[in-house]
């Protein structure tokens, strides 16, 4: 920040290549001013809440699947590992042939992204469980909801949140990348805008909002792991 202030203010950086700090806070304002700002804020989360929430279903329940029963993690724990190695955006160009470049498309990559962290450390927590409570929880006779709701789920909860921290930055970085595809709302169609004028403040105000909804998205989760897992001792407490 410190080499931006001075570069910009001696001139050193051409505000063409870079504009000065203070160029992108009056021109926030003018954004928040005019509206365009929380108009495109909102289409970017709209699309955001609703990717990670069909990708945080997708990837519990495969995680359950997978986790409490060996058929389950035969037939999916391999396909979902092989999705893993290939990236979300890498499939771009074929959910664009096959979803268009509509909002299906948009959600689609970004429910691709998120479910896999999901999955891989919500499973992970299932198989993590001790088993000394399985063998008690068979002792006193737990029916199967009770075995789950008492056991499976406690057990599982440090490693779902664990891959909901990942899922919620994956859902940010995948945002990014799909409203620059022929989208007409949205932070990145704005930068994607700003980069065909030459606005390099607009988008750098583009950057620094995803960069705070990363943060925030990131402390919440944070927030409802600490709450969550208040009974669990760690060196952070």
């Known amino acids: 920040m410190g080499l931006w202030t001075i570069g910009s203010a001696t001139g050193l950086l051409d505000p063409r290549i870079l504009s000065a700090p203070w160029t992108v806070v009056t021109t926030t304002g003018e954004l928040i001013a005019d509206g365009r700002l929380q108009s495109n804020l909102l289409t970017s989360t709209q699309r955001a809440v609703v990717g990670l929430g069909l990708g945080i279903i997708l990837g519990t329940v495969l995680a359950l699947a997978s986790g409490l029963s060996r058929w389950g993690e035969a037939l999916l ?27 299906t498309m948009k959600i689609t990559t970004i429910t691709l992204g998120v479910f896999v962290p999901i999955y891989l450390h919500t499973h992970n927590g ?7 409570y399985v063998e008690l929880a068979q002792t006193v006779g737990l029916s199967r909801t009770e075995f789950i709701r008492k056991v499976v789920l406690p057990g599982a909860l440090p490693g779902f949140l664990l891959g909901l921290r990942f899922a919620v930055t994956g859902a940010w970085l995948s945002l990014v990348v799909v409203e620059q595809i022929n989208a007409t709302s949205g932070i990145g169609y704005m930068m994607e805008l700003a980069r065909t004028y030459g606005q390099t403040d607009v988008i750098i105000v ?23 897992l208040s009974w669990r001792r760690t060196l952070a407490d």
């Open 206 to 228: 583009g950057l620094v909002l995803y960069g705070i909804l990363g943060l925030l998205s990131d402390g919440t989760v944070r927030l409802i792991q600490r709450r969550a």
């Open 77 to 103: 724990d391999g396909p979902i590992q092989i999705k893993r190695a290939i990236p979300a955006l890498a499939l771009l160009p074929l959910l664009i042939l096959w979803l268009g470049i509509g909002e």
């Open 126 to 132: 299932l198989r993590a469980i001790d088993s000394r």
